[in-house]
């Protein structure tokens, strides 16, 4: 049966590229539509798996829509998350935020399709560059410095992927996008892998993340924290599972984000430690590479945009209407924000994994997965982080913003509220969609690329794990809260190399470069100038004194021996002057008839 | 409702500290009852409320290594970045 193809990808450009078009009323049901359009696409193509736009680009083939039940998986829950994240910015006026929005989804979709390196790096870069849209759209100092480091990065790492795929290219002459060989990986496997790892936020290549995602526009966040690092993710199952080196990192990642999670000071920027954080047990889960590791990675990614764009759009929420986002700036919101303290809790429990909650039915597949593959040492280290998680994320950041100590100025006290109708909708929408998959498993579980293993998560045993760390870390942040206190400072990281690298050049060039250069200049004028004046004064004597000499002795010459001819030949005497005329033309006569 | 509610709880601080006391002991009470034959390792099997300590243990560990490495220099003042 043959299928009309239509790119979901192409609904959200055209889309995009016609909002500027439509306004007053038609506004708002129409930013509705374009993603529900999308997300029925993509609906609709997950009944029909195969491969369709396959086209002929000089000597390549390029494939813009592999479906199977891993692009299937990724493309819904990406498509929703357009959905709830259009929703929750609807009522911002900006319409380039939305068309940046759009771009980038448009981006991520197309990558998740693709099925060639060439398709996969246009829509790759797609998605770095609208992004970085959605940061400078904050339009402030900060945000525009941010937007250019996380330009900068992505640039690097796209560089890195093209590099890798044009060297396997040269060495295999394929560029399809499947399965690298991982036992024996090559110069160009490392590269793509890195390219890659890049978006994924994976140390050391993961300081634009809480840099650029605590920068950006409210509703660019909930953008950002969905897309950039879960298709990272897509793409490394697709490419690297069973790498083992992304075992470690993955757990090394996970750590390291917890620690800086628990230290920062800024709500946004400890939500994006949490993806780094999280992101890490998905990167985990493909190096494991097991079919219960990869559906776990595919779970803990859908699972991890839900409640990760619940804890955004929960914290835009505070950032929209206090203009605050510094926990040392905020407390004691719940008389103010009751709504969104519910949604933040929510988002914070289930990415804690307590159960009858997304995380709980995701998480504990990748943890399972290590543990049949007997690492046991990734099952334990990935335990801690979880307690970790419920500590930064389910307990510290909504105690010091709604309960703790009141740091709120007066101004801020006074304009925090819950935020409008449709940033609570897009919340209500995360919050029920993090409930309904922890209750209800299979909505999730059918959905996994792998068909051949079956996980049950809500046994005795794991519930009783689960519990029990939970319930203890409740009670370690009990009677250690006072060290978990925010403090006014940044945290600085791997970004360090990158910024002060940046201004040690600057100083290069300011100071010995732009030294040298001055000094050549003051050598040049002194010294060089000089001689050339020298020089030139010389050759201008010698122009004067010399070749005028020459040119203008010639022509006095000719004029003295002129007047001599003339004074001796012409003297007013008629005959004299017809006898030297004729006798001259006799002796020109003779000459011609003789010579 | 929601605030009332929570003021309500506030009011009542110590019953509050004292159901989640319970809560924890049924937890571990519980545990040591439940099949242990899912465990990955004997550690699990052996010692009781294996996974409570674990969890106590993990809490204290990230907020002191997060305490110490912030203080070893990590956590600089805001304008850090500023010239």
């Known amino acids: 049966m043959t299928i009309s ?141 941010a937007g250019y480091r996380y330009i900068l990065v992505h640039t690097f790492g796209g560089v890195v992927l093209l590099l890798g795929f044009v060297l396997r290219y040269q060495a295999t002459g394929d560029l399809s996008f499947v399965q690298l060989d991982v036992a024996s990986p090559e110069l160009y496997t490392w590269l793509i892998m890195i390219g890659l790892m890049l978006n994924a936020a994976v140390p050391p290549l993961h300081s634009w993340l809480p840099d650029a995602y605590s920068k950006a526009t409210a509703i660019g966040a909930v953008f950002m924290c969905a897309f950039t690092t879960k298709t990272a993710v897509y793409t490394l199952i697709r490419s690297c599972s069973g790498f083992e080196v992304l075992i470690y990192l993955g757990v090394i990642m996970a750590i390291y984000g917890i620690i800086y999670a628990v230290m920062e000071n800024d709500i946004r920027k400890l939500l994006g430690w949490e993806i780094v954080s999280q992101v890490g047990y998905m990167v ?192 370690g942040f009990y009677m250690l809260r006072k060290y978990v206190m925010p403090q006014n400072t940044i945290s600085l990281d791997m970004d360090w190399f990158y910024r002060m690298g940046g201004r040690a050049f600057l100083w290069t060039v300011k100071n010995p470069l732009q030294w040298f250069d001055t000094a050549l200049s003051k050598f040049y004028k002194s010294v060089g100038i000089s001689c050339l004046m020298t020089t030139s004064r010389f050759w201008s004597w010698f122009d004067w004194n010399g070749i005028d000499g020459l040119v203008d002795g010639t022509a006095r010459c000719v004029r003295a021996i002129g007047r001599r001819a003339t004074i001796v030949l012409q003297r007013g005497n008629i005959q004299q002057t017809i006898y030297y005329t004729v006798s001259f033309a006799a002796v020109l006569l003779v000459a011609y008839v003789w010579l | 409702m929601i605030i009332n509610l929570i003021d309500y709880l506030r009011d009542r601080l110590q019953t509050v500290k004292y159901c989640c006391y319970g809560v924890m002991t049924f937890i571990v009470i519980w545990s040591m009852s439940v099949d242990t034959s899912h465990a990955h390792t004997w550690a699990e099997k052996m010692i009781p409320g294996f996974w409570s300590l674990f969890g106590l243990g993990s809490c204290a560990i990230v907020i002191m290594v997060a305490r110490w490495y912030g203080k070893s220099g990590i956590q600089a003042r805001e304008d850090y970045y500023d010239n």
């Open chain 1, 284 to 475: 985990a889960g493909v190096g494991i590479g097991t079919s219960l590791a990869i559906n776990g990675a595919a779970a803990h990614a859908f699972a991890h945009i839900l409640y990760k764009g619940l804890l955004f759009m929960a914290a835009g929420s505070i950032l929209t209407t206090t203009g605050r986002q510094k926990l040392t700036e905020l407390g004691g919101l719940y008389k103010k924000m009751p709504a969104t303290m519910i949604f933040m809790i929510i988002g914070g429990l289930a990415v804690s994994g307590l159960p009858l909650m997304s995380g709980f039915i995701s998480k504990s597949m990748i943890i399972t997965a290590a543990f049949e593959s007997h690492l046991l040492w990734a099952g334990f280290a990935l335990t801690f982080v979880s307690a970790g998680t419920f500590l930064a994320a389910g307990l510290r950041l909504p105690y010091l913003v709604f309960f703790g100590k009141n740091n709120c100025s007066e101004e801020t006290w006074k304009n925090a509220d819950d935020p409008s109708w449709n940033m609570q909708l897009g919340m209500a929408i995360g919050a029920f969609l993090c409930i309904f998959l922890g209750c209800y498993t299979p909505f999730l579980y059918n959905m996994l690329p792998n068909t051949d293993v079956v996980f049950h998560p809500y046994n005795a045993y794991h519930l009783s794990e689960t519990l029990q760390v939970m319930a203890f870390t409740g009670f």
């Open chain 1, 5 to 145: 193809f239509i790119h979901p990808a192409l609904i959200m450009i055209v889309g995009a590229c016609l909002l500027p078009l439509v306004r007053g009323p038609f506004r708002k049901p129409y930013m509705f539509l374009v993603p529900l359009l999308t997300f029925i696409d993509v609906i609709y193509l997950s009944q029909h798996a195969g491969t369709y736009g396959v086209f002929q680009f000089m000597n390549w083939e390029l494939t813009f829509g592999r479906v199977d039940r891993l692009s299937m998986i990724f493309g819904f829950i990406m498509a929703l998350m357009a959905i709830i994240g259009t929703i929750y910015g609807m009522h911002v006026e900006d319409e380039w935020q939305h068309i940046a929005a759009w771009f980038y989804v448009a981006g991520s979709l197309g990558v998740i399709y693709a099925a060639d390196y060439i398709t996969l790096f246009l829509f790759w870069e797609m998605m770095a560059f609208a992004s970085t849209f959605l940061i400078w759209a904050r339009k402030n100092d900060e945000a525009l410095a």
